[in-house]
């Protein structure tokens, strides 16, 4: 796929211009969920520090297109963000050279102009914030930076972005006879509080520094989206804001609240625990996951720092005491530092993706609907026994089973209890969640309400 990475000093417009062509242009739910692609945008410098990925669907075809933090920002994350700057335009096929329109060349702008020069990289010059037509008259300066014409944009009024298309397809390579197979990534959510590892578990799981880490509460301000292959499986890894209750910024509010919606989007939860701040918190979180039918692997950070089997054991005995309100859910002792257990935290993600997508012939659903009613004993009320006739699972991740019976308020909570452990364990369904619904014996005709 091709490779578009948008460039520029701090608070020209970047995340706008990003956001903009892929909300114009947002690529189908196959390919990914649009809505976690966005970047955070605010009006303070520095905001966006690692490299934020979306694709952008057009006419002419589709482009990957990434996002940046400011160059020459003068703050201390200035040396890190050039890297990562560095190694997108390495795998670029065009750099977008952000400059904000209604400003005089700055010097960071020249530096950055010089920055790309060195690059050997195609280079469109695009102007942001022209929202009145009149200000295309003192483009002319930007001509000084060395790439030609800039293209006059506004992402408040939606202005230029048409010919912003044009522009960049007219300077992407032709390639012939290139065929892309349409897979769609397995979904990981990497969520916890701020600094319980999340960032080092990405970047030890990519074998590179894609995103900044730092002892710094609330280093990682966005959602950050990361495609990569494993074991003949393809996964897009969402690096997320650490979750706190009380926000102290507008920004780290943004972020927080992009970093749920990734809970809502992912396909598999991975629950970052640092072992010595494990509380409420956690449980919190995997409860939203479950609630929202997202499996989750409980993932237990910074397991090098654990020095005798002494300490493990002690440390392994108080989490599951902590956690045994989710104990049925698959719990990994990882390392971002050795590289412990990575490999298979990926596979337990493969399976647990595939396990959520399992569908059981209905043959089989009631053979074991007339098992299950001859280990209990059914509600009974006045003299009135709750009858089950049928059992049908109609959708999957998360799969859900509708039991169609003659009085669905009969149905008590143990029992109903009772029918989801069996369905964990005979069904094999404990580690993931799923839904029960039961239906009133009018309602296999068509009526009636979920209960």
Same mark, same amino acid.
Request: hydrophobic content about 40%; aromatic content about 8%.
């Given at each position: 796929?091709y490779?578009? %990475?948008?460039?520029?000093?701090?608070n020209?417009?970047?995340?706008?211009?990003?956001?903009?062509?892929?909300?114009?242009?947002?690529? @189908?739910?196959?390919?990914?969920k649009?809505?976690?692609q966005?970047a955070?945008?605010a009006d303070?410098?520095g905001? #966006?520090?690692?490299?934020?990925e979306?694709?952008?669907?057009?006419?002419?075809g589709?482009?990957?297109l990434?996002d940046?933090?400011?160059?020459?920002?003068?703050? %201390?994350?200035?040396?890190?963000?050039?890297?990562?700057?560095?190694r997108?335009?390495?795998?670029? $096929?065009?750099v977008?050279? *952000?400059?904000?329109?209604?400003? =005089?060349?700055?010097?960071? =702008?020249?530096e950055?102009? $010089?920055?790309l020069r060195?690059?050997?990289?195609?280079?469109?010059?695009?102007?942001?914030?022209?929202?009145?037509?009149k200000?295309?008259?003192?483009?002319?300066?930007f001509y000084?930076?060395?790439?030609g014409?800039?293209?006059? #944009?506004?992402?408040?009024?939606?202005?230029g972005?048409?010919?912003?298309?044009? /522009?960049?397809?007219a300077m992407?390579?032709?390639?012939?006879?290139?065929?892309?197979?349409?897979?769609?990534?397995i979904?990981?959510?990497?969520?916890?509080?701020?600094?319980?590892?999340k960032?080092?578990? !990405?970047?030890?799981?990519?074998?590179?520094? /894609?995103?900044i880490?730092?002892?710094?509460p609330? #280093?990682?301000?966005?959602t950050?989206?990361?495609?990569f292959d494993?074991?003949?499986?393809?996964? !897009?890894?969402?690096?997320?804001?650490?979750?706190?209750?009380? @926000?102290?910024?507008g920004?780290?509010?943004q972020a927080?609240? /992009?970093?749920h919606?990734?809970?809502? =989007?992912?396909?598999?939860?991975l629950?970052?625990v $640092?072992?010595?701040?494990?509380?409420?918190?956690?449980?919190?979180? *995997?409860?939203?996951a479950?609630?929202?039918?997202?499996? %989750?692997? %409980?993932t237990?950070?910074?397991?090098? !720092?654990?020095?005798?089997?002494?300490?493990?054991?002690?440390?392994?005995? $108080?989490?599951?005491?902590?956690?045994s309100?989710i104990q049925?859910?698959?719990?990994?002792?990882?390392?971002s530092? #050795?590289k412990?257990?990575?490999?298979?935290?990926?596979?337990?993600?493969?399976?647990?993706?595939?396990?959520?997508r399992?569908r059981?012939?209905?043959?089989?659903?009631?053979?074991?609907?007339?098992?299950?009613?001859?280990?209990?004993? !059914?509600?009974?009320?006045?003299?009135?026994?709750?009858?089950?006739?049928?059992?049908t699972q109609p959708?999957?991740? @998360?799969?859900t089973?509708?039991?169609?019976?003659?009085h669905?308020?009969?149905?008590?909570?143990?029992?109903?209890?009772?029918?989801?452990?069996?369905?964990g364990e005979?069904?094999?369904?404990r580690?993931?969640?799923?839904?029960m619904v039961f239906r009133?014996r009018?309602?296999?005709?068509?009526?009636g309400?979920?209960?």
């Amino acid at each position: 796929m091709y490779r578009v %990475v948008i460039v520029g000093r701090p608070n020209v417009g970047k995340s706008s211009l990003f956001n903009k062509l892929l909300g114009l242009r947002a690529a @189908p739910e196959k390919y990914a969920k649009a809505g976690s692609q966005f970047a955070v945008v605010a009006d303070v410098p520095g905001v #966006t520090r690692d490299l934020k990925e979306g694709v952008v669907e057009s006419e002419q075809g589709r482009f990957k297109l990434v996002d940046t933090g400011g160059l020459w920002s003068g703050d %201390v994350w200035e040396k890190k963000i050039k890297q990562k700057v560095e190694r997108a335009i390495q795998d670029a $096929d065009l750099v977008l050279f *952000a400059v904000d329109g209604r400003s =005089d060349i700055a010097t960071a =702008d020249l530096e950055v102009a $010089d920055f790309l020069r060195r690059q050997g990289r195609p280079v469109l010059l695009v102007a942001t914030k022209i929202d009145d037509p009149k200000h295309q008259a003192y483009l002319g300066d930007f001509y000084a930076l060395g790439f030609g014409e800039a293209v006059p #944009t506004s992402a408040a009024h939606s202005r230029g972005f048409d010919e912003l298309l044009e /522009r960049i397809w007219a300077m992407l390579p032709v390639r012939q006879g290139e065929s892309e197979p349409e897979v769609v990534p397995i979904r990981l959510a990497i969520v916890g509080r701020p600094n319980a590892g999340k960032s080092s578990l !990405l970047n030890a799981i990519l074998g590179e520094e /894609r995103v900044i880490v730092s002892e710094i509460p609330g #280093t990682t301000r966005d959602t950050i989206d990361v495609e990569f292959d494993y074991g003949g499986s393809r996964f !897009l890894l969402v690096d997320t804001a650490g979750i706190r209750k009380r @926000p102290e910024t507008g920004v780290e509010e943004q972020a927080i609240g /992009r970093a749920h919606q990734a809970i809502l =989007d992912a396909d598999v939860v991975l629950l970052v625990v $640092d072992p010595r701040e494990l509380g409420d918190h956690e449980l919190k979180l *995997a409860n939203e996951a479950l609630d929202a039918g997202k499996p %989750v692997i %409980v993932t237990i950070t910074k397991w090098d !720092l654990i020095e005798s089997k002494e300490e493990a054991k002690r440390v392994r005995a $108080d989490l599951a005491l902590k956690l045994s309100h989710i104990q049925h859910l698959p719990i990994l002792y990882v390392s971002s530092v #050795t590289k412990q257990n990575l490999h298979k935290l990926l596979s337990e993600a493969a399976r647990l993706y595939e396990l959520a997508r399992a569908r059981f012939e209905t043959a089989e659903l009631n053979r074991w609907l007339s098992v299950w009613s001859t280990q209990t004993m !059914l509600p009974n009320f006045k003299g009135k026994p709750l009858k089950l006739f049928f059992l049908t699972q109609p959708e999957v991740a @998360p799969p859900t089973f509708v039991f169609f019976c003659n009085h669905p308020e009969f149905v008590t909570r143990a029992f109903e209890g009772f029918l989801r452990n069996r369905i964990g364990e005979d069904l094999g369904l404990r580690e993931i969640p799923f839904r029960m619904v039961f239906r009133g014996r009018r309602e296999s005709k068509g009526g009636g309400d979920a209960s």
